[in-house]
């Protein structure tokens, strides 16, 4: 990626000195499309934190840019100087204002909505849906085994947590087509028309499913949250709403993210790939290395209060995005980051860090150990099929948009 010394001064902020500029592009740089974390592996050699132009906000402004791990950690840490509300703003996107709950919830409400969330996502909740997410991948591999080729994204790693999630949520999993379109839309839309539209259909989507759960609840989330009394009230349409988004829209791409790194450096890395076989119960230490590699999720904060954050001068309403794909090669925090090293020991940030700490982390940590231990037993010998195109791309969650994978059947 070339990262630009901005010219342009005239429209910063009176508190951004021209020297903290640069204009990273983080959706559209042709170099996204070959390898997102090369192209933004520059950004170490410069300040740890900058003022990007390109990374408009809410505020209509760019945000400070934090590639150094340490950073993000004191940012999440911290949510009395850096709020996460409105850090997603799909809400606003299309005109309303719930917020995506927990996500965008501060300190003290998060706990209450966390505490609540949490035992639907615990370890014990995780194990009693493995029978539902193994059958899920096997069946998705079993479409296409046989054949001796298919395109990964498109066949498994998006349909394949895609499906848990509406499963989770008590969705018809004959919709899926229509759920993987909202998720390429709001995530990768070409524009913010496109993306607008998009998130207004899922929210007009979400709101008559939690109609109709209220009217007729099952056993499934969206009933769940509809029904049950916390502190001696029910949630209102606005919290099941947000909670509900945020179901739907993390477990988009994440998850299909990851899957599509891990196999393209699985299915180019035969070294790899015969270590795992012949050492099955090194596959989740794997799946943490993979998840620190090729972290992925763009976050962001908004400053509270004016600060001086390690020499840089920030006001209140500044916008601070935190890019996991930099922060996750950060030289500083891992050594030869751009390795792939099973047995290294973790402190990643792929599911954030602090009171944010991702909610769905067990159901994610279980998609990936299930697709790497039954995608290695039944296609061992898999590769990148010869004069096929890898395709890699940037934008609110960096991933691989093509994969064509091939064995011998």
């Known amino acids: 990626m070339t990262v630009i010394d901005s010219a342009i001064t005239d429209t910063l902020p009176s508190h951004i000195p021209s020297n903290l ?32 132009p390109l990374n408009i906000r809410h505020n209509g402004l760019g945000t400070w840019d934090v590639p150094r791990a340490s950073y993000m950690r004191e940012i999440l840490a911290d949510q009395a100087t850096f709020s996460s509300k409105n850090c997603a703003g799909f809400s606003a996107l299309i005109g309303e204002s ?67 999630i509406m499963q989770l949520l008590g969705l018809p999993i004959e919709e899926l087509d229509i759920f993987i379109d909202w998720g390429q839309r709001l995530l990768h839309g070409e524009s913010l028309e496109v993306k607008a539209q998009a998130a207004n259909e899922i929210h007009i989507y979400l709101k008559d499913r939690i109609a109709e759960k209220r009217r007729n609840p099952q056993d499934d989330f969206i009933s769940y949250i509809c029904k049950t009394e916390v502190d001696g009230r029910r949630l209102n349409d ?54 620190r590699r090729f972290s992925s999720v763009m976050t962001a904060r908004q400053v509270t209060t004016d600060i001086d954050f390690h020499g840089v001068t920030m006001k209140a309403g500044d916008w601070i995005t935190l890019v ?13 980051p751009m390795e792939v090293d099973f047995e290294r020991r973790h402190r990643h940030l792929a599911f954030s860090f602090g009171p944010h700490f991702c909610l769905g982390s067990h159901i994610g940590r279980r998609e990936l150990n299930v697709a790497l231990e039954k995608i290695l037993v039944q296609l061992p010998n898999l590769r990148i099929k010869p004069d096929s195109s890898v395709i890699t791309h940037g934008g609110a969650v960096f991933g691989v948009a093509h994969l064509e994978l091939e064995w011998d059947s």
């Open 21 to 52: 500029v640069k204009a990273v592009d983080y959706n559209n740089d042709p170099a996204l499309k070959i390898d997102p974390y090369l192209a933004l592996a520059p950004l170490h050699d410069g300040p740890p934190i900058f003022w990007n």
């Open 98 to 164: 719930w917020l995506m709950t927990p996500l965008e919830i501060d300190p003290p409400d998060h706990g209450f909505y966390r505490n609540f969330l949490n035992p639907l996502f615990s370890p014990v909740a995780v194990k009693k849906m493995d029978e539902r997410i193994q059958k899920r991948a096997q069946d998705l591999i079993d479409g296409f085994k046989d054949r001796g080729h298919c395109e990964f994204i498109t066949e498994f790693a998006r349909p394949f947590p895609i499906a848990i």
């Open 238 to 291: 606005d919290e099941c709403m947000g909670i509900c988004y945020l179901m739907f829209v993390g477990g988009l791409d994440t998850v299909a993210s990851s899957l599509g790194f891990q196999f393209h450096h699985l299915a180019s890395h035969p070294e790899h790939r015969k270590y795992l076989i012949e050492n099955p119960k090194k596959i989740p230490a794997a799946v943490e290395e993979y998840l």
């Open 324 to 336: 996991q794909a930099s922060t996750s090669i950060d030289p500083l925090e891992y050594e030869n």
